[in-house]
């Protein structure tokens, strides 16, 4: 079974840029999050979708984060414009609806660094 | 939602068994507990959930006292292989998604 996939898996820019990561779940996953992590620190939720609907989006600053399930599959998300303090990891992770236990799947992460 | 407390880090040696306690105080009813381990450069991956008692699977064992303040889970003989970073997670329900700072655990040969 393929994994959770993320790209780009590094990207470098500077501040005010923007920048768009993309997320592949598992297939048939109805739910999937996004994870900021900064070094040192545990992941945080950023947004959860269940298809292609928010459940969460509590955390996200969305003045300059916004993240899209346009189909219910396939995730972006983006930052505009990047500050400093955005510089983290990216986590993606996707779990099936009806899974007992709610596991979570994580993809490798995209690597941010903000110059 | 709980807040979790766990050790920052800890040491150990192959073939030994560490056990890690996560302190949960203001755990739900119908909160669970789970645990995940986190390799550099990777996301962080299941280990194992339980609601009470104990709890054993391939990898690990978890267990809960009967007024569930607390947890641990156990890692029976350790190799280099398990050195990671291992969160605590608590609710709500079976759904967790607020990670802490973790424990960092170093497995020396």
């Known amino acids: 079974e393929a994994g959770v996939a993320q790209s780009p898996r590094y990207k470098i820019i500077e501040k005010r840029q923007s920048v768009a990561f993309w997320c592949n779940p598992i297939s048939g996953h109805a739910t999937l999050y996004w994870y900021q992590q900064i070094l040192g620190q545990g992941p945080k939720l950023l947004i959860q979708?269940?298809?292609?609907?928010?459940?969460?989006d509590s955390q996200l600053p969305k003045d300059r984060f916004s993240a899209e399930r346009l189909k219910g599959v396939d995730s972006t998300l983006k930052i505009q414009p990047a500050k400093l303090e955005d510089s983290a990891v990216y986590l993606c992770a996707s779990s099936f609806f009806g899974d007992s236990q709610e596991t979570q799947y994580f993809g490798p992460g995209t690597r941010l660094l903000v110059l | 939602l709980a807040k979790t407390t766990q050790p920052i880090s800890m040491d150990s040696y192959e073939g030994q068994e560490v056990n890690i306690t996560c302190s949960h105080n203001n755990i739900a009813t119908n909160d669970y507990i789970t645990w995940y381990q986190q390799f550099p450069s990777q996301g962080p991956r299941f280990i194992i959930q339980?609601?009470?008692t104990k709890v054993t699977n391939e990898v690990a064992s978890l267990f809960i006292p009967a007024d569930r303040k607390s947890s641990t889970l156990s890692l029976p003989r350790v190799s280099l292989s398990d050195t990671a970073v291992y969160y605590c997670?608590?609710?709500?329900?079976?759904?967790?998604?607020?990670f802490g700072s973790g424990t960092r655990l170093q497995v020396q040969p």
């Open positions: 979708f269940q298809n292609n609907g928010v459940v969460d």
């Open positions: 339980g609601y009470k």
């Open positions: 997670l608590v609710g709500p329900g079976r759904r967790a998604l607020t």
